[in-house]
Nanobody, 119 residues
């Protein structure tokens, strides 16, 4: 129903910043909750941030709170993850995900984009 395409990953130094984008197509973007997840090699996928479909309320993992900001632009069908004060521990593949309004789980996923933070 919806396809997601992440972009903006790359290399950054500790303390630097990156901005990830996720473009959605094939659905009504404003009706999806959107989230960012990440997975480091050998580790379980973990939740990073979420932004609601209705009022754009946000929720963050404790590990990124105060450093990362999730936002959405419904006119552009795009969700963003602004990552500041990056740490080597932020190194992971970052995935964009969409959740239908009636679902408690995320239904659609992007292919992922690599973020590498050097010390």
């Amino acid at each position: 129903q919806v396809q997601l395409a992440e972009s903006g990953g790359g290399l950054a130094q500790a303390g630097g910043s990156l901005r990830l984008s996720c473009a959605a197509s094939g659905g009504t973007f404003s009706r999806y909750d959107m989230g960012w997840f990440r997975q480091a090699p050998g580790k379980e996928r973990e939740f990073v941030a979420q932004i609601a479909r209705s009022d754009s309320s946000t929720h963050y993992a404790d590990s990124v709170k105060g450093r990362f900001t999730i936002s959405r632009d419904n006119a552009k069908n795009t969700v963003y993850l602004q990552m500041n004060s990056l740490k080597p521990g932020d190194t992971a593949v970052y995935y964009c995900a969409a959740r239908l309004e009636y679902s408690i789980r995320y239904n659609y996923w992007g292919q992922g984009t690599q973020v590498t933070v050097s010390s």
